[in-house]
């Protein structure tokens, strides 16, 4: 097997880990059976890794007083998104563009992180005006391996 067969199985296991602990957990049954793993820390983990990062953006950023030489929209997007999928909120369009600080900048990196794959963006189920932004699975769980990484 070819190691990135390797890699693609084991990013699609984790993702289904990640989905079955959602499922145990959002059903009650979460208690059933013993878990060969910790999701609830790898989540800890990552999400204070991503406010962390995320927050040393915004620093060097306000420190060198330029959103521009120091811009990475699809990275802020990324963590500002998992960092409220970890917490389970809900993003809409306009809170992702107004938060990023470049509206017509972020519009652009949303479309682009849509056709990767890596956010989905929908109507938001009880105000159809509204749009709703979230990480695919996908996103959400390269985004939590890569910050587990850098947290260790």
């Given at each position: 097997?070819?190691?990135a067969?390797?890699?693609?199985?084991?990013?699609?296991?984790?993702?289904?880990?990640?989905?079955?602990?959602?499922i145990?957990?959002s059903?009650?049954?979460d208690?059933?059976?013993?878990?060969?793993f910790?999701?609830?820390?790898?989540?800890?983990?990552?999400?204070?890794?991503?406010?962390?990062?995320?927050?040393?953006?915004?620093?060097r950023?306000?420190?060198?007083?330029?959103?521009?030489?120091?811009?990475e929209?699809?990275?802020?997007?990324?963590?500002?998104?998992f960092?409220?999928?970890?917490r389970?909120e809900?993003v809409?369009?306009?809170s992702?563009?107004?938060d990023?600080?470049?509206?017509?900048?972020?519009?652009?990196?949303?479309?682009?992180?849509?056709?990767e794959?890596?956010?989905?963006?929908?109507?938001?189920p009880?105000?159809?005006?509204?749009?709703?932004?979230?990480?695919?699975?996908?996103?959400?769980?390269?985004?939590?391996?890569?910050?587990?990484?850098?947290?260790?």
């Amino acid at each position: 097997m070819k190691k990135a067969d390797v890699k693609s199985l084991a990013e699609k296991f984790d993702t289904a880990l990640t989905i079955l602990d959602e499922i145990r957990a959002s059903s009650g049954f979460d208690v059933l059976g013993e878990k060969r793993f910790q999701p609830q820390l790898r989540r800890e983990t990552a999400l204070e890794a991503a406010e962390r990062a995320y927050e040393d953006r915004r620093t060097r950023s306000e420190q060198f007083n330029d959103e521009q030489i120091f811009g990475e929209p699809a990275w802020d997007i990324l963590l500002d998104l998992f960092i409220h999928h970890t917490r389970h909120e809900e993003v809409a369009i306009r809170s992702a563009c107004v938060d990023s600080r470049a509206p017509e900048i972020t519009m652009r990196w949303l479309r682009a992180l849509d056709s990767e794959g890596l956010i989905q963006i929908n109507p938001d189920p009880d105000d159809k005006a509204k749009k709703l932004v979230t990480l695919t699975p996908s996103g959400y769980e390269s985004m939590l391996r890569y910050l587990q990484k850098i947290a260790l």
